[in-house]
């Protein structure tokens, strides 16, 4: 049979939540412009689109696949979507995919209009599903598929999951031509942080110690303690790997680093369609090139080998002689690195290519043992903090992660925290990122409730701690004179920090439009932003995918 030619849209619905991207407006992931490059590299058509845009301007009634790409507390904008899609074009496919895939079953009961989810990586189940699969697919004869890994669909009553699919190569995985496009699919681009993965999977291999209400009681065989990294792929007690409340290692596996051409690329097209910020994304950073340093085994030590610097180095540099990044056009950023990564080495690469740029570790907790042993997660505090006064040395600015009603938590671990944010902060932290426990599907604590109890009162002080520390911090701003990327919507001015750091709320938006670069003072500091008065407008340009700035 004769399929016609399809069109494909993906929508971007992450940090979406029940219909605003409330956490973090300014953050385009790298995901849906992955899903993207793999269905166009088939030949069909394909348009990416935000969820805004795709709820303002999208013609659901040209599409023959309705893709979206969400997280799991998307699942209200996705409900959102899906309806509006199946209202217009109830003929169209509807997929599903991103990190709220792993909750499949939920997804193909709560969803009536959902088709079919693609768990866990995309990149060969879609090469599959859109090639040898496609006859079956557009017909919805989905039980064709059942030898196709990582999709679930509807069989009368029940869900059908056909195994997650193995992790997507090296090979592919630098094959895969993003979809650089973004100024057709998000509007405003020169507020985004753009993020380019350059690396997929987590190294850390370590579990927790624990048995949480399960047959997966920890044998202390300390196998993922080791050395070995083989050795550390073991495990007799079936535990997942990687820390408790978090699916990174499930999902995607050990490290695999992109290809420094690969990477380049993505970014200059990125400029050449409007980025004006692009975050170099990994679980971490600093994992980029050590895989290569261990082939052909897996990378599955977190701390061992060190950093491959003269990887690091070459990518850095090359992205740095960029002339639109040489000139201060573009600023490029990374996100997240392990403590026990950096040393005096490290710090002064970062800071000489990334001078400015805020990057996070995660701590969790103060405790090292609760860490290691409860979280699976072998950083420890004097890491951490020798960490960031590196960094702080060299000019980056430090963020730490801390979370709270994490399981087995007790009141000793949060005193202990709570007494030493003051060292966080005096070693240089420049802000102290606090979150609640959410457990996820694919995690060792999926099954745990958040452990509240007899410490809410001390999570409340933890709270009280964090934010007074923040603003201590934050009002460093105070006076100073910062660029930003102006936003107006509404009669209302927004300024995306160039360097990044807080939204400023500009008080005088009659002065000003939309995608300009602008000074302005800060006045004020608030909570969650910071207020400023506009000091003057260096440039606005003609479009958002133009780098030519209006006379």
Not at 41 to 46: A, N, R, Y
Not at 236 to 261: E, L, N, T, Y
């Amino acid at each position: 049979m004769l399929v016609k030619a399809l069109k494909a849209i993906v929508i971007d619905l992450l940090a979406r939540a029940s219909g605003g991207k409330y956490t973090s407006f300014d953050v385009v992931g790298a995901g849906p412009r992955v899903v993207a490059g793999v269905v166009e590299s088939l030949g069909i058509e394909v348009d990416l689109a935000s969820y805004e845009k795709a709820l303002k301007s999208v013609d659901f009634t040209e599409y023959d696949l309705v893709m979206a790409s969400a997280m799991s507390s998307d699942l209200g904008s996705l409900r959102r979507i899906l309806r509006r899609a199946f209202i217009r074009n109830r003929d169209a496919i509807r997929l599903v995919g991103g990190p709220i895939s792993a909750e499949f079953y939920e997804l193909m009961l709560k969803l009536p209009e959902l088709d079919l989810v693609v768990v866990g990586e995309a990149e060969e189940t879609l090469s599959t599903l859109l090639t040898k699969g496609l006859s079956s697919l557009i017909q919805r004869e989905f039980n064709e598929l059942s030898n196709t890994d990582g999709i679930a669909y509807r069989a009368g009553s029940g869900v059908v999951f056909t195994g997650f699919p193995k992790y997507t190569s090296e090979e592919v995985l630098n094959s895969v031509k993003p979809f650089t496009r973004v100024s057709e699919a998000y509007d405003n681009t020169w507020i985004y942080r753009f993020y380019v993965e350059v690396v997929r999977g987590c190294s850390n291999f370590s579990r927790p110690m624990v048995s949480p209400g399960s047959n997966r009681a920890c044998l202390r065989c300390y196998n993922c303690r080791s050395d070995d990294l083989l050795k550390r792929l073991e495990c007799p007690a079936k535990i997942m790997p990687g820390c408790g409340f978090c699916s990174v290692v499930a999902v995607h596996g050990p490290p695999r680093s992109r290809v420094q051409d690969s990477i380049v690329s993505e970014v200059r097209e990125l400029i050449r369609h409007g980025a004006r910020r692009i975050v170099l994304s990994a679980p971490d950073f600093l994992d980029y090139g050590r895989n290569w340093l261990v082939k052909p085994r897996p990378l599955t030590h977190p701390c061992m080998p060190k950093a491959n610097l003269e990887a690091l180095e070459r990518l850095l540099e090359e992205i740095s002689n960029i002339s639109e990044v040489s000139s201060g056009e573009v600023r490029i950023f990374v996100e997240n690195v392990k403590a026990c990564l950096i040393d005096g080495e490290t710090a002064e690469l970062l800071g000489t290519y990334l001078k400015g740029t805020p990057v996070n570790i995660g701590l969790e907790t103060c405790v090292d043992r609760f860490n290691d042993e409860v979280l699976g997660k072998p950083i420890t505090l004097r890491e951490v903090i020798r960490g960031v006064k590196l960094l702080r040395k060299y000019g980056v600015r430090p963020y730490v992660y801390l979370m709270y009603y994490l399981p087995y938590i007790d009141r000793e671990i949060y005193l202990k925290t709570i007494s030493t944010i003051p060292k966080l902060f005096k070693a240089g932290v420049e802000k102290v990122t606090l979150y609640k426990f959410t457990p996820l599907p694919l995690t060792l604590f999926e099954l745990l409730k958040p452990s509240i109890g007899e410490c809410s009162e001390l999570v409340e002080e933890l709270k009280a701690f964090v934010k007074r520390f923040n603003a201590l911090a934050k009002k460093t701003y105070l006076g100073k004179f910062i660029e930003v990327f102006t936003l107006v919507i509404e009669g209302r001015a927004y300024g995306y920090p160039v360097d990044h750091g807080p939204v400023v709320f500009i008080n005088d938006s009659s002065k000003l439009r939309s995608g300009c670069v602008a000074t302005v003072r800060i006045t004020d500091v608030r909570s969650r932003h910071v207020v400023g008065e506009l000091i003057n407008v260096k440039k606005c340009y003609e479009r958002s995918d133009s780098l030519n700035p209006l006379p």
